[in-house]
RNA sequence: GGCAGGGUGGCUCAGUGGUACGGCGGAGGAUUGCAAAUCCUUUAUUCGCGAGUUCGAUUCUCGCCCCUGCCUCCA
């Protein structure tokens, strides 16, 4: 079966098919630099980085964008709190974010855009919006977006005008012709950065950023457009206003959300304060746990942070981790994916199934070598459906011992043991056993040796 | 109020018009000096509730209940 994805833009699953032969397009919309990034946005990235593994091992040239928004509101607020330049802060979160990307194994994309480096190209689409009548400057010296310019608004949300306003949590802005009218170009005010325009000097609103950086980097339509499911409304629905009012024709051709991540029942955000960075989480679990959780839900559907679901990610991998030190000192050969893998895959990146079928590898693979049979193409699969999920990557002995000081005690309790064992000396040998394990440590007496781990 | 997405075993998470994948946990067995790890067997007359369509529905349709999100910044 070939690739199908689920469409947002239909709200249903197609066939993929990319708009040039053998290239993909794809853009997603990353972060705006002022903070650390939390576990909602680890989600994000690792889901697309599985997109983007999956896109190119089924052979696409995949030309993968993904921004920073460098220039806002929080931005200017963040910076002044901590007395700092705003291009220091930004620069910094940057360093902070490919630290975190690199920590989970995301690959960096082909291209990471800056908006504040692309003000030409704004400026360009904001222009183009203007003479076509879709934006006006208002009283207050902004340039707003005229929602009502535009025919398909609301499409991509399923929501009509009308029924936004009806329910519009919006203040009334006297300077707007209507209440959703969004802000294509805010007039600086003093003390802001602010670069040059045809309405004087200021700075681009968030939605124009995406839809310029990506038509440039991308063409005026390309293939994928990603992001989580809270921009659908109403930056992403802006961006479509944006782009193909401006352009003239299609944006992006296929749209895909992934859902958030919640807490006890409830969506993990900055303004409820009920996040977890990135970063608190890797102080107590190995990055691989982090990938390992969010794969094991689909993509789409909400998932629930604890600690408890963290630790069930945890044993998952140590299962797989535990097969692959089987396999150590055996080499694998390039290979590929089993078919029912693709076939997950394919099915809008269905990695919980995949994940089931890379369980049920692992166990062929540990049976075959129970029973001394030939496994070597499990191997291979095996081998290579964990890298594209990009887990079970490390070394099996560094996962389960950890890269501390005291291996060298723990080992020669371990000689001393299987001396006692050796002597039949079990009373001995389960002393030495009981010790290491109030330290944690477990061991494992297997045909070739008795191997540990941290329990 | 409008719109979107959900409700599957003790927990978690897939899936399908013909009684349900995987992981965790539980039980039993093999293996082991005993463990650990691994393997085998087992663990949902049942997929929120009601009705309809059908030979047959958890899967399709309709209604209802409940949960979450978006409609303001948000991955």
Redesign the pocket.
């Known amino acids: 079966m070939s690739l199908q994805l689920h469409n947002s833009l239909v709200?249903k699953k197609q066939p993929f098919a990319p708009l040039h032969e053998g290239k993909v397009g794809m853009y997603v919309?990353?972060?705006?630099v002022y903070d650390y990034c939390?576990?909602?946005?680890a989600?994000?990235m690792i889901v697309f980085d599985v997109v983007y593994r999956w896109l190119k091992k089924l052979g696409y040239d995949v030309n993968y964008v993904r921004n920073f928004?460098d220039i806002?509101?929080?931005i200017i607020a963040r910076a002044a709190e901590r007395n700092i330049d705003i291009d220091t802060l930004t620069d910094d979160m940057i360093t902070e974010f490919h630290q975190d990307m690199d920590a989970l194994g995301c690959l960096r994309p082909s291209l990471e855009p800056r908006a504040t480096t692309h003000m030409g190209s704004m400026i360009a689409m904001i222009e183009a919006l203007i003479a076509r009548d879709c934006a006006y400057v208002s009283e207050s010296g902004d340039v707003l977006y005229s929602v009502r310019s535009f025919d398909g608004y609301g499409k991509l949300?399923?929501?009509?005008i009308d029924?936004?306003e009806?329910?519009?949590?919006?203040d009334v802005d006297d300077s707007k012709r209507d209440?959703?009218d969004?802000v294509l170009w805010k007039r600086a005010k003093e003390g802001e950065p602010s670069w040059d325009s045809p309405w004087g000097a200021g700075r681009p609103g968030?939605h124009i950023e995406c839809s310029a950086m990506s038509c440039e980097h991308l063409g005026n339509t390309f293939d994928i457009h990603g992001?989580?499911?809270?921009?659908?409304?109403?930056?992403h629905e802006n961006e479509i206003a944006q782009a193909c009012a401006a352009n003239g024709g299609d944006f992006a051709r296929f749209w895909l959300h992934?859902?958030?991540?919640?807490i006890n029942?409830?969506?993990?955000?900055?303004?409820?304060g009920n996040?977890f960075t990135i970063r608190e989480v890797l102080k107590k679990y190995q990055p691989e746990v982090l990938r390992m959780f969010v794969l094991?839900?689909?993509y789409?559907?909400?998932?629930?942070f604890s600690d408890?679901?963290l630790?069930?990610a945890k044993?998952?991998l140590?299962?797989l981790y535990?097969?692959k030190?089987?396999l150590a000192g055996k080499t694998v050969e390039e290979s590929n994916v089993t078919e029912a893998f693709a076939a997950?895959l394919n099915?809008?990146f269905?990695t919980?199934?995949g994940?089931?079928?890379?369980?049920?590898c692992?166990?062929r693979i540990?049976?075959g070598?129970?029973?001394n049979v030939d496994i070597s193409l499990d191997i291979q699969h095996f081998s290579a459906m964990s890298a594209l999920l990009g887990i079970v990557q490390q070394d099996a002995e560094t996962w389960f011992q950890g890269d501390s000081d005291d291996s060298a005690a723990i080992e020669a309790l371990i000689v001393e043991?299987t001396e006692a064992?050796k002597a039949r000396d079990?009373?001995r040998?389960?002393v030495i056993?009981d010790e290491l394990a109030a330290q944690g440590i477990?061991?494992?007496?297997?045909a070739s040796g008795?191997t540990w781990?941290r329990g």
């Not at 992001?227 to 930056?235: A, E, I, N």
């Not at 789409?300 to 629930?304: A, H, I, Q, V």
């Not at 994940?355 to 049920?360: I, S």
């Open positions: 709200g919309c990353g972060v705006t939390h576990v909602g946005h989600r994000v928004t806002d509101d929080k949300s399923g929501k009509n029924d936004l009806s329910g519009s949590r919006v209440p959703l969004f968030w992001g989580g499911m809270d921009l659908k409304f109403p930056h992934n859902g958030f991540v919640n029942a409830e969506k993990m955000s900055k303004s409820l996040f094991g839900t689909h789409r559907s909400p998932l629930d408890q679901a630790d069930v044993v998952g140590d299962r535990e097969t030190r089987r997950a099915d809008d269905n919980p199934e994940l089931a079928e890379l369980f049920e692992s166990r540990n049976k070598l129970d029973n043991r064992k079990f009373a040998s389960d056993r477990v061991l494992e007496d297997g008795t781990k």
